[in-house]
């Protein structure tokens, strides 16, 4: 019998929202305020700093409120809602660090501007004990998995999972992502 325990899930919704509404919260990212970002190495900015929610009581906030309730469930985590939100734009030759988001228990990424020649998100493997091992796996690296990006792609993860471009440099012109924290909201 081979069980698995203490399973991390992901979940990835794939073309989550559609251009026109991809194009207007592109809009309302490039009019907020960015700056440079400890996590974000080369030519890039964040609205992080900002420890706002600009989504507060948008569509959109409802729409990602309704997938964290769903993941939420299929985790069998009490419900979780977004807390705060913030933007990332990186150009070309920038890449995101390995990093987490601490106590956050659920964290989100929504791709919204994205091509072949943009960065991956990678997640390192949570077990500290795994890069000790010695696997019988020809050209595959158990300990980091990563997702090639499309635009409307919506991830949902633990916020103490390990995760970034894996020093992976971006390539394309623009790379834009909303990222989230989320809290516990009650019952």
């Not at 600009?54 to 906030?61: Q, V």
């Not at 409802?62 to 990186?90: M, P, S, T, V």
């Not at 997640?123 to 696997?135: D, G, I, L």
């Amino acid at each position: 019998m081979l069980l698995s325990i203490f399973p991390t899930k992901i979940k990835k919704i794939e073309n989550f929202l559609d251009q026109n509404y991809i194009n207007d919260i592109i809009l309302k990212i490039k009019s907020l305020p960015h700056k440079n970002h400890d996590a974000i190495m080369g030519n890039a900015t964040s609205s992080h700093f900002q420890c706002s929610n600009f989504l507060k009581e948008t569509d959109l906030e409802k729409k990602i409120n309704e997938e964290i309730a769903k993941y939420c469930a299929l985790c069998g985590y009490l419900n979780n809602k977004i807390a705060f939100c913030w933007a990332n734009i990186q150009k070309k030759d920038s890449f995101l660090t390995m990093h987490d988001h601490g106590s956050t228990p659920i964290a989100g990424a929504l791709f919204l501007k994205t091509d072949k020649d943009s960065s991956k998100l990678c997640f390192e493997n949570p077990n500290p004990y795994s890069k000790m091992m010695s696997y019988n796996v020809v050209n595959k690296d158990l300990n980091t998995i990563c997702f090639e990006v499309q635009i409307g792609d919506l991830f949902l993860f633990p916020g103490w999972l390990t995760h970034g471009s894996n020093y992976e440099y971006n390539k394309s012109d623009e790379r834009i992502v909303l990222s989230f924290n989320c809290k516990y909201i009650g019952e």
